[in-house]
């Protein structure tokens, strides 16, 4: 809270009611929006004392990126969090192997499967490794819906496509539009589990916007948009690879190279020297976003190929939007506060707690 104290967290009210409770994420386990839904501490970056607080309140299923936090190599404390879980009776597991052959039995689940966040969807279809190693977002959410569905008390699951945000930082239409149809198989999964079940409540919504991507008018009476922007389906790296590839003295030759093979668009010579400007000392200077970077550069560069614009690198005050399905989604009006959604889950799922609405705390 604003002056120090320490808020239960809405899984705890769950666990506490008899239910199970778990989060599933494409960015690490430990990142803010697993941590908000599961604990409490005072900054959102002290992740290797989040794993710490998960391992005290036992959570029934964890899965995502961070293996970083849990090995005592990586720690700065030299814990081996890793022996700690599956001391305490876990299955800590690391491959999508290990995953999918988990028995369903009572032990809960932690499972980081990257040293950091999961790999941009872009990225994890084109590299048969990450394939074989790393489980989809649909494939962590399936496996964390048959473990937490067990219990006949009912449960809550948070599933996260924290890449969507991650990409829209990075003003990177590849790697945005990819997270989110990984998401959208995500919802899927959980949306024909409510069916079937009838009895659980499906909520889709996101906590704010992120640099206000725009499809723009292209071509004469912008007859070129709807094609400029298909371009898409051929990208094959997210802008995060290629800035990792993208480098001082780098030949005209070798980006031209580059960008084609990442996202089958050819540059031309004026486009080459922008991003080759931006290698040095984030030369690049963009007017709008009043901003200087590799990021922009490559985003302004590749947008104008999809008719493709940002208005800056970070996050928007726009509503967002949310969808409900299930026993109380009827109580969504067509305006809901934030923090009116605790109320409706708890609710709905039978959870007494003494916590106000935002009407009842405001008087």
């Not at 084609?260 to 030369?283: P, R």
């Not at 509503?319 to 709905?348: D, H, I, K, W, Y």
Request: aromatic share 8%.
């Amino acid at each position: 809270g604003t002056e120090g104290q320490a808020f239960k967290p809405i899984n705890k009210w769950f666990k506490e009611a008899g239910k199970s409770a778990g989060c599933v994420t494409t960015t690490r386990i430990t990142h803010a929006t697993p941590a908000s839904f599961a604990i409490s501490v005072t900054e959102r970056w002290l992740e290797d004392k989040i794993a710490e607080k998960y391992l005290e309140e036992a959570y029934d299923v964890m899965l995502g990126g961070g293996i970083e936090h849990f090995l005592a190599d990586k720690r700065e404390d030299g814990r081996d969090m890793v022996a700690e879980f599956k001391n305490k009776g876990y299955h800590f597991v690391q491959t999508k192997e290990e995953m999918m052959g988990l028995p369903m039995d009572d032990k809960p689940i932690m499972g980081a499967f990257t040293e950091s966040h999961l790999p941009y969807t872009l990225d994890h279809i084109n590299d048969e490794e990450l394939l074989t190693k790393v489980p989809t977002l649909a494939e962590l959410t399936d496996t964390a819906i048959q473990k937490l569905s067990k219990n006949k008390n009912g449960f809550i699951l948070q599933v996260e496509g924290g890449r969507v945000d991650h990409a829209a930082h990075s003003n990177d239409i590849g790697g945005l539009i990819y997270d989110q149809v990984a998401l959208d198989d995500a919802i899927k999964v959980a949306v024909d589990f409510a069916e079937k079940d009838k009895e659980t409540l499906v909520i889709i919504t996101t906590d704010h916007g992120n640099a206000s991507p725009s499809l723009t008018g292209s071509g004469r009476s912008y007859s070129e948009s709807t094609e400029d922007f298909k371009k898409f389906h051929n990208f094959k790296r997210s802008n995060t690879v290629l800035m990792e590839k993208l480098k001082e003295n780098n030949s005209s030759s070798y980006i031209k190279e580059l960008i084609s093979d990442a996202t089958g668009i050819e540059l031309d010579a004026k486009e080459i020297e922008i991003i080759q400007k931006a290698t040095y000392e984030s030369f690049y200077q963009d007017v709008v976003r009043n901003q200087r970077s590799l990021i922009v550069a490559l985003s302004d560069v590749i947008g104008k190929h999809l008719a493709v614009t940002w208005a800056n690198t970070h996050h928007t005050s726009d509503f967002t939007e949310l969808a409900a399905m299930g026993p109380g989604s009827e109580r969504l009006g067509g305006f809901v506060r934030n923090t009116e959604l605790f109320q409706l889950m708890t609710s709905a799922a039978g959870v007494e707690t003494n916590v106000p609405s935002f009407a009842e705390a405001t008087g």
